[in-house]
């Protein structure tokens, strides 16, 4: 290439190249050498590279060789002086486009780079690589956010949801309660009602039991002044005399009478109980007398405590204290009586039948056969002090389980077969006595022994 050649190839492109000799003299530059240097390109034609660079002589000349000598690109560093007496260093690429010949010497074509700005776009880079890392920071962080946001709001689902559940559950209690309180209650109307329907054609009977035995006596005394009076009956007399058997009826209408007798009063005494045991008149705060309610509610259960087939009767040991009248809300305190000996009743028929306890899976008892000649019931009512009385419910079944004892006055739990046990009994009776009452209610078992349940009520301090 010529020099004449170069520069037309040059002129268009926008980096500084120039040509020179392996000697250093500047055969031809483009515009951008001149810009660089702050001169005009006529004023560099034939001059030395030396002259605009601040290396030695020696250091240019050797740059210069070893770039004509070399098929490849040698990179090296030159310092311009420039016009304005400022320098420049720029990093060169040097290449040999016409190898030394004896008419000429070696064409170098020389390609300048402002190491400036080459490190300013560096920094630019730099800058550009910062802002990215930064934005990529950024997203990180926003990423990490929204997956705090995101457990946040999980947990808070989670949250909503149990108290959802709790609610649910309470409602469901709720409505349980409720539904046992109505049957309850319309149990209570209906022995009541019963009660009072019985109670009057029984004291009609009652009333003139009395009047009706007395007028056979009066007829009978009659019939033997007859008697006295004409012993020498007619055929007729005598033979209706022996018909009726005179001297049997003599005999058995007293006790007939007092049987009867027996039995309207024990009527009476049923009635009684069940009105005491519905107790509806009194749905409000009472004075009353524990034992009547413990009493009524025993009456109540008679059937179950008598021997019927396979189960021996159950004797009821009463161990009643002098207790006050104590105030509380009678038809509930009857229920939570009723609960307790229904379960020890239930506990005593099963060791009964099969001396195998209620918890069949939770214990092994072998073939004893604990309770099946002795099933008792023990209540016993005692003065704690001057404010506290407490009556205890104990009975000799197979006990209660140490595993299950926790969990006795939960809502729903049964051991018991579906249909047979609601589990609602002892939690019923526990809000009755803790919470209606501020009592407690605790129970004590020794499992192969029995139960004990132990009510305390203040006397009079149901708030
Ligand atoms: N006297 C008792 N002896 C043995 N277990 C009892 C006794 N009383 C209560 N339990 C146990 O407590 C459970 C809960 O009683 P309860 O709340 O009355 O419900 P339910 O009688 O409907 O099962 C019973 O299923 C039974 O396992
Ligand atoms: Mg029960």
């Excluded at 490190?119 to 920071?137: G, M, R, T």
């Excluded at 009066?218 to 005598?238: A, G, R």
């Excluded at 579906?418 to 009755?432: A, M």
Aim: charged letters at 20%; aromatic letters at 6%.
């Amino acid at each position: 290439m010529t020099p004449e050649q170069f520069l037309e190839f040059a002129r268009v492109l926008p980096e500084p190249l120039l040509l020179v000799s392996s000697e250093g003299q500047l055969l031809a530059t483009n515009q951008p050498v001149a810009d660089m240097l702050g001169l005009r390109r006529q004023e560099l034609r034939g001059r030395m590279l030396l002259e605009f660079v601040t290396e030695s002589a020696n250091d240019v000349v050797k740059y210069l060789q070893a770039c004509s000598s070399s098929r490849t690109m040698v990179i090296g560093s030159l310092t311009l002086r420039k016009n304005d007496g400022q320098t420049l260093i720029c990093r060169s690429q040097g290449a040999v486009i016409q190898p030394w010949s004896p008419e000429s010497s070696a064409l170098i074509l020389l390609r300048l780079e402002n190491r400036a700005l080459a490190s300013s776009n560096f920094v630019l880079l730099n800058e550009k690589i910062d802002e990215l890392a930064k934005e990529v920071q950024k997203r990180k962080q926003a990423e990490e956010a929204l997956k705090k946001a995101n457990q946040k709001l999980e947990i808070r689902v989670e949250e909503r949801t149990t108290a959802l559940q709790e609610t649910l559950n309470e409602l469901q209690l709720t409505q349980t309660k409720l539904i046992q309180a109505e049957k309850m209650s319309s149990l209570g109307q209906m022995v009541a009602g019963i009660a009072h329907e019985i109670n009057n054609p029984v004291s009609f009977i009652y009333g003139n039991l009395y009047h009706a035995h007395k007028y056979t006596q009066d007829l009978l005394k009659l019939v033997q002044v007859y008697q006295q009076v004409f012993p020498n009956t007619p055929p007729e007399i005598q033979e209706q005399v022996e018909e009726i058997d005179l001297d049997f009826l003599f005999q058995d209408i007293t006790r007939l009478f007092e049987s009867m007798t027996v039995g309207t009063e024990r009527i009476q005494e049923i009635v009684k109980s069940l009105r005491n045991f519905s107790r509806l008149d009194e749905a409000q705060l009472k004075q009353v007398n524990i034992h009547e309610g413990i009493d009524s509610t025993l009456m109540i259960l008679k059937h179950r405590l008598q021997a019927r087939d396979e189960y021996p009767e159950i004797k009821v040991i009463k161990k009643y204290s002098q207790l006050p009248n104590v105030t509380c809300y009678p038809g509930e305190l009857n229920q939570v009586f009723m609960n307790i000996l229904v379960n020890a009743l239930d506990a005593l028929e099963v060791s009964a039948v099969n001396g195998q306890p209620l918890e069949v899976n939770l214990r092994t008892t072998g073939n004893q056969t604990l309770t099946k000649n002795n099933p008792q019931i023990e209540i016993k009512t005692e003065v704690i002090d001057e404010k506290w009385i407490m009556v205890s419910i104990a009975d000799n079944g197979l006990g209660i389980n140490e595993q299950i004892h926790s969990k006795l006055f939960d809502p729903f739990f049964t051991t018991k077969a579906v249909g047979k046990g609601t589990g609602l009994g002892l939690y019923i009776s526990y809000q009755i006595i803790v919470e209606r009452h501020n009592g407690q209610l605790n129970c004590f078992s020794v499992p192969g022994e029995g139960a004990e349940f132990v009510i305390k009520i203040p006397i009079s301090s149901v708030s």
